[in-house]
C-alpha cells in the first residue's frame, strides 16, 4: 500500500483533484468528510466545540453552524487553534483507520487541508500539492462558493503560504485559470502521475524494491523532505551527512518504520527510496554503536 498526502490551498482544485485519482482506482480517504463526521450531531467532538465556543454555534436543529462558526474562527488565531485542537486529532485517528483498512496494493490518497499546517506531510511517501495564485483562488471562492472576497482572503491567511506548501511538496500539479476555449490539462497531468509515479511507487514499496539509480546533485529541498520523513519514520534526530554527493547520505539512531515513508531495505544495513520519481536519490545509514559497526 502506499499513502499519498493530497492538499493544495483552499479554492485550488484539490477536491477536483482527488476526484480524479479516485476514478483511476485510489482509495481516496477525505479529511473534509471526516471533519463533518466527527463533529456531527451527538459526538464527542460536538460537544466539546459547544464547550469551547458556546451554544451559539448551533443551528436550531442542533447541528453544527459551520458558517458562524467560521466567522468567529478564521479571524482570530487563538480560537482557530483551539478549534483545531478540538478537530484534528479526531480526523487524524479516523483517516488513520481508514488507511488502514484500505487492501493490500492499494493506492490511499488522503485529501487533508491542512496536511502541512499540522505538520503532517513527512509522514506521507509522497505529497501533491495542488498550486493556483491568490487572486485566482480568491475570485473561485467568490464566484464559485458565494464567499465575499473579506472572507475568502480571511480563510486565505488562515492557512499556510504558498512557499511553505511548495516546500512540502514532491509534485506539484498547477492548476491556473484556464480560457474557455482551452481544454483543461488537469486530467492529463493526474493520469501521467497516476500511472507514472503512483502505481510504480506503490509496486516497489509492496517488492522491497529501491528505485533505479538518479545520479546529480540534488534540491536543496528534496533532501530536507527526505530528511523530514526518515525522522517522522525513526522519531528520532537524523543527520544530513552529505547533501552534494549521489546518493544523499542521512545518518539515524534506529531503523523505524521506514517503509511506512517510502523506503525499503538496500542491504548492508542501507535503505533507500522506492520513489521513482524522487529528485534525490537517499541511503539512510544507521548511527554507529559505542563498541560496534555503523
Known amino acids: 500500500m502506499l499513502r499519498v498526502g493530497l492538499t493544495g490551498g483552499i479554492g485550488a482544485g484539490k ?21 463533518r463526521e466527527v463533529v456531527a450531531r451527538g459526538t464527542p467532538g460536538l460537544a466539546a466545540v459547544v464547550e469551547e465556543f458556546g451554544p451559539d454555534v448551533l443551528t436550531a436543529a442542533g ?24 478537530v484534528h486529532p479526531l480526523v487524524a485517528a479516523r483517516r488513520a483507520e481508514l488507511a488502514a483498512a484500505a487492501p493490500a496494493g492499494s493506492v490511499v490518497v488522503e485529501d487533508v ?11 506521507y511517501p509522497l505529497v501533491v500539492v495542488v498550486d493556483a495564485d491568490a487572486a485566482e483562488r480568491v475570485r473561485r471562492l467568490v464566484t464559485e462558493r458565494g464567499m465575499s472576497e473579506d472572507d475568502a482572503l480571511a480563510r486565505l491567511r488562515a492557512q ?18 484556464r480560457a474557455e476555449d482551452r ?16 502505481l510504480p511507487f506503490e509496486a516497489a ?11 546529480g546533485v540534488p534540491p536543496a529541498d528534496a533532501v530536507e523532505r527526505a530528511r523530514r520523513r526518515v525522522a517522522h519514520a525513526t522519531a528520532g534526530p537524523v543527520e ?18 521506514l517503509t511506512t515513508v517510502g523506503y525499503v531495505d538496500a542491504g548492508q544495513g542501507r535503505f533507500a527510496s522506492a520513489d521513482p520519481g524522487a529528485p534525490v536519490a537517499v541511503e539512510l545509514v544507521r548511527e554507529a554503536r559505542v563498541g560496534g559497526p555503523a
Request: proline residues 9%; charged residues 25%; without cysteine.
Open 240 to 257: 544530513v551527512v552529505d547533501a552534494s554527493a549521489w546518493p544523499v547520505r542521512l545518518r539515524a539512531s534506529a531503523e523505524g518504520a
Open 160 to 177: 499556510a503560504t504558498d512557499d511553505e506548501r511548495r516546500a512540502a511538496a514532491d509534485v506539484l500539479l498547477a492548476n491556473p485559470r
Open 63 to 86: 447541528d453544527l453552524d459551520r458558517p458562524a462558526l467560521g466567522r468567529r474562527v478564521f479571524g482570530d488565531e487563538r480560537q482557530r487553534a483551539a478549534l483545531n485542537a478540538i
Open 205 to 215: 514499496v509492496r517488492a522491497g524494491r529501491p528505485a533505479p539509480a538518479r545520479p
Open 183 to 198: 481544454p483543461d490539462p488537469l486530467p492529463g497531468l493526474v493520469s501521467a502521475l497516476w500511472s507514472g509515479r503512483l
Open 113 to 123: 487541508p491542512l496536511l502541512v499546517e499540522t505538520g503532517a506531510a513527512p509522514g
Open 15 to 35: 477536491s477536483t483533484v482527488a476526484r480524479l485519482l479516485a476514478g483511476h482506482g485510489a482509495v481516496l480517504v477525505d479529511a473534509d468528510v471526516i471533519a
